[in-house]
């Protein structure tokens, strides 16, 4: 993993097209700004991971009680 | 060609009704193909059966059902991975989780199910929108359209 660090206003350019901002910071949480085309999805993490175990809680379920 | 369910035991299935899944489903990466089964007993849950794995049966709930004010706004990347073209040829649905104790049954709002019912290509997406939570409370819904006046989809 590459790891850089940024100091407040201070950027980072992934490819061509998309600009990631450091905007604000404190000793548990950053905000980011994002600039990218609307082609590129930006998603939190962790919808993904509760998605994957949505899915798989599903999957477990007893349908019987359902009827 | 025959197919093993959950939910209604052994059923003939004809290909026209696969869905391909390129990417599989979260958690479910290396399952692609599933068929959409509506049991009727089973209103207003159907389900996403998995045809490489017969113990495989994701229960889901039309969205619109749910909420009539749903309104998820899809990644172009998505619609376009699904080749959707027409509105009117995609369906969306959700994933539902029902525990133990059915009361504290949940639906995944933020990650619907999109099918491309004319090409018979789906995916589910994370929508853009972040007023939806992965685990929406729906018992009382539920049991609001099992009971109530709309119609099986």
Redesign the interface.
Same mark, same amino acid.
């Given at each position: 993993m590459l790891v850089l660090s940024r100091k407040v206003n201070e950027t980072i350019i992934i490819g061509d097209d998309i600009k990631i901002t450091l905007l604000d910071c404190n000793s548990d949480k950053a905000s980011l700004g994002f600039e990218a085309p609307?082609?590129?999805?930006i998603?939190r993490g962790e919808?993904?991971v509760?998605? %994957?175990? *949505?899915? %798989?809680? *599903?999957?477990a379920?007893?349908?019987d009680?359902?009827? | 060609m025959i197919l093993d369910t959950i939910i209604l035991g052994e059923i003939e299935v004809s290909d026209e009704k696969i869905i391909h899944f390129g990417k599989g489903l979260p958690g479910f990466e290396e399952l692609h193909n599933f068929v959409l089964l509506n049991p009727e007993k089973m209103y207003p849950i159907l389900f996403l059966q998995s045809v490489e794995n017969s113990k495989i049966a994701l229960p889901v709930i039309n969205p619109f059902n749910v909420n009539k004010d749903y309104s998820p706004s899809v990644y172009d990347a998505d619609l376009e991975e699904l080749k959707i073209t027409d509105a009117e040829d995609v369906i969306l649905l959700n994933v539902m989780v029902v525990p133990a104790d059915k009361k504290k049954m949940t639906v995944n709002m933020v990650a619907p199910i999109i099918i491309n019912i004319k090409k018979l290509l789906g995916k589910q997406v994370i929508l853009q929108n972040n007023q939806y939570s992965v685990r929406e409370p729906l018992y009382d819904i539920f049991i609001g359209i099992k009971n109530g006046g709309a119609k099986p989809c």
């Open positions: 609307k082609s590129v999805k998603i919808l993904l509760d998605t %994957i175990k *949505a899915n %798989i809680d *599903a999957v379920c007893n349908f009680d359902l009827k | -």
